[in-house]
Nanobody
Framework: QVQLVESGGGLVQAGGSLRLSCAAS????????MGWFRQAPGKEREFVGW?????YYADSVKGRFTVSRDNAKNTVYLQMNSLKPEDTAVYYC?????????????????WGQGTQVTVSS
């Protein structure tokens, strides 16, 4: 089992920045590639970024968001810059268990509870 807890969300003006954290406990954190997803009201959960053997981003956030991790702290981060109102969503981190595309929610076994990010125009 892996327990994940996100933090760092909040309200920010367009153009601003936030850094989300995802703290992991349980099984060895460093064994798992980690993903970030987001879900806006009325929309499906969508892929944001992935940190594994490589780092991948959704086109919508590429150049603005950065995924990083600190295995010593069992934490993965999502640095979000140049935020836009359309980035407003609940953001989730998840532990990738393999066997599928990193952009699919079905490839992840463990999820955090999410943290709300609201970007005002």
């Amino acid at each position: 089992q892996v327990q994940l807890v996100e933090s760092g969300g909040g309200l920010v003006q367009a153009g601003g920045s936030l850094r989300l954290s995802c703290a992991a406990s349980g099984r060895t954190f460093s064994n798992y590639p980690m993903g970030w997803f987001r879900q806006a009201p009325g929309k499906e959960r969508e892929f944001v970024g992935w940190s594994g053997s490589s780092i991948y981003y959704a086109d919508s956030v590429k150049g603005r968001f950065t995924v990083s991790r600190d295995n010593a702290k069992n934490t993965v981060y999502l640095q979000m810059n140049s935020l836009k109102p359309e980035d407003t969503a609940v953001y989730y981190c998840a532990a990738y268990i393999g066997g599928g595309n990193y952009a699919y929610t079905s490839s992840y076994a463990y999820w955090g509870q999410g943290t709300q990010v609201t970007v005002s125009s």
